[in-house]
């Protein structure tokens, strides 16, 4: 048993099942973060196990007990959205300590809880504002705080800084992560941002159009993706997705592509189950990062392939150049060194670090594991 359980939850709006039997167990202290494109079902979610939504099928039981059908204000979880959802015409403080009013704490507990969490989020020197006298940051803490003083078991965070400006999220993020890393409260949080769920979570729950993809570490997701569609949704750029077909030479698979003139190459794989699939078709999946230009290559790779291969586009990014090029037809991302030498239309040196590749079936789109 978890603290927090979900077990084959299903979720129709009349005949449309839009979440289908959605497994997903939470430790105590863990922060799970639920990703995905619009519309895959995460909101749902989020609001189910708040009690927003009911549950169609399945359960959803927090440290043990079943919560199907128990009124929100019973579940002792706080949830914090995307429009912050304050009320304009109470202060900061009657904001934040409402709801333990209305669930009868007193006024010197409430006091107690106000100071200090206004204090943790710094935000003591508003507290007799109103909303409208924030900024959106301001209001972002606000809204947690009003979470966080009634020290729920679980939170609940549906995009609480889509709202904001790139800098501002970027800080905000960083708080976040903090906050849980000194309170170790049990997290559960929704976005579509990839790179959000990478840099908080613990543990990702990577959704599409109502299933669970992958559920595993950000390291797991990243490196060892459960099919195509994880594997190009988490990183950016994507993990480029290159069809190949499988030769084995001296007893070793190799992915064989061809190059932007069309001629033949082949990739040796770090992964020998591969030579079972001889003769067969597969995707091959390389991240950007994977490929360089040789000085740029991971030193600590034993399976660096050097290939020259003509260049479609040089997009410097300041820290790192986005190189383009073609391989079986399709325009393939790698990323080389700001000053290395790369001209558009020219052969480049590339240096492809194969330890990192992965395959995946091109029928199911699912990685090859065996
Ligand atoms: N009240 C509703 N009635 C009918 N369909 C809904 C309702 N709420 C959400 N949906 C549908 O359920 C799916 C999941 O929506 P949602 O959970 O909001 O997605 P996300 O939060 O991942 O963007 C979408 O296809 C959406 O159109
Ligand atoms: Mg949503």
Redesign the pocket.
């Given at each position: 048993m978890s603290f927090l359980d979900i077990r084959r939850a299903t979720k129709s709006?009349?005949t449309?099942e839009?979440l289908h039997s959605v497994d997903i167990s939470v430790e105590e202290g863990e922060f799970l973060v639920l990703v995905?494109?619009?519309?895959?079902?995460?909101?749902?979610?989020l609001n189910m196990i708040a009690g927003l939504e009911s549950i169609t099928g399945g359960e959803i039981a927090i440290k043990g007990r079943t919560v199907n059908g128990v009124h929100p204000s019973k579940r002792n979880i706080a949830m914090v959205f995307q429009s912050y959802a304050l009320y304009p015409n109470m202060t900061v403080a009657q904001n934040m300590t409402f709801g333990l009013e209305m669930h009868g704490v007193p006024k010197a507990e409430r006091d107690h809880a106000l100071a200090d969490v206004a204090k943790l989020l710094q935000i003591d020197h508003l507290l007799d504002r109103k909303p409208g006298q924030l900024s959106g940051g301001q209001r972002q803490r606000v809204a947690m705080g009003r979470a966080l003083v009634r020290k729920p078991d679980v939170f609940l965070f549906?995009e609480p800084l889509s709202n904001l400006d790139a800098k501002l999220r970027v800080d905000m993020r960083t708080e976040i992560k903090k906050l849980h890393q000194k309170l170790g409260t049990t997290i559960v949080y929704?976005t579509?941002d990839q790179i959000e769920a990478m840099t908080l979570s613990t543990r990702i729950a990577v959704?599409n159009k109502?299933h669970v993809q992958q559920l595993g570490t950000p390291r797991e997701i990243y490196d060892r993706p459960a099919n195509v569609f994880v594997a190009t949704f988490m990183g950016s750029p994507a993990m480029n997705i290159i069809p190949a077909s499988v030769v084995v030479k001296d007893g070793c698979p190799n992915a064989r592509v061809a190059d932007a003139d069309g001629v033949e190459r082949l990739l040796p794989f770090s992964q020998p189950n591969l030579a079972g699939r001889e003769g067969r078709e597969i995707l091959l999946g390389i991240r950007p990062e994977a490929i360089t230009d040789p000085e740029g290559a991971d030193r600590k790779s034993s399976n660096i392939v050097a290939m020259s291969n003509r260049v479609g586009v040089a997009e410097p990014a300041g820290s790192d150049t986005f190189v383009t090029m073609t391989l079986s037809g399709r325009d393939v991302i790698g990323r080389i060194r700001a000053d290395a030498n790369v001209t558009s239309g020219e052969p480049f040196s590339f240096a492809i670090n194969m330890e990192k590749a992965v395959a995946f079936d091109p029928k199911t789109e699912e990685r090859i594991v065996h």
């Amino acid at each position: 048993m978890s603290f927090l359980d979900i077990r084959r939850a299903t979720k129709s709006y009349g005949t449309v099942e839009v979440l289908h039997s959605v497994d997903i167990s939470v430790e105590e202290g863990e922060f799970l973060v639920l990703v995905g494109p619009s519309g895959c079902g995460k909101s749902t979610l989020l609001n189910m196990i708040a009690g927003l939504e009911s549950i169609t099928g399945g359960e959803i039981a927090i440290k043990g007990r079943t919560v199907n059908g128990v009124h929100p204000s019973k579940r002792n979880i706080a949830m914090v959205f995307q429009s912050y959802a304050l009320y304009p015409n109470m202060t900061v403080a009657q904001n934040m300590t409402f709801g333990l009013e209305m669930h009868g704490v007193p006024k010197a507990e409430r006091d107690h809880a106000l100071a200090d969490v206004a204090k943790l989020l710094q935000i003591d020197h508003l507290l007799d504002r109103k909303p409208g006298q924030l900024s959106g940051g301001q209001r972002q803490r606000v809204a947690m705080g009003r979470a966080l003083v009634r020290k729920p078991d679980v939170f609940l965070f549906d995009e609480p800084l889509s709202n904001l400006d790139a800098k501002l999220r970027v800080d905000m993020r960083t708080e976040i992560k903090k906050l849980h890393q000194k309170l170790g409260t049990t997290i559960v949080y929704v976005t579509h941002d990839q790179i959000e769920a990478m840099t908080l979570s613990t543990r990702i729950a990577v959704m599409n159009k109502g299933h669970v993809q992958q559920l595993g570490t950000p390291r797991e997701i990243y490196d060892r993706p459960a099919n195509v569609f994880v594997a190009t949704f988490m990183g950016s750029p994507a993990m480029n997705i290159i069809p190949a077909s499988v030769v084995v030479k001296d007893g070793c698979p190799n992915a064989r592509v061809a190059d932007a003139d069309g001629v033949e190459r082949l990739l040796p794989f770090s992964q020998p189950n591969l030579a079972g699939r001889e003769g067969r078709e597969i995707l091959l999946g390389i991240r950007p990062e994977a490929i360089t230009d040789p000085e740029g290559a991971d030193r600590k790779s034993s399976n660096i392939v050097a290939m020259s291969n003509r260049v479609g586009v040089a997009e410097p990014a300041g820290s790192d150049t986005f190189v383009t090029m073609t391989l079986s037809g399709r325009d393939v991302i790698g990323r080389i060194r700001a000053d290395a030498n790369v001209t558009s239309g020219e052969p480049f040196s590339f240096a492809i670090n194969m330890e990192k590749a992965v395959a995946f079936d091109p029928k199911t789109e699912e990685r090859i594991v065996h």
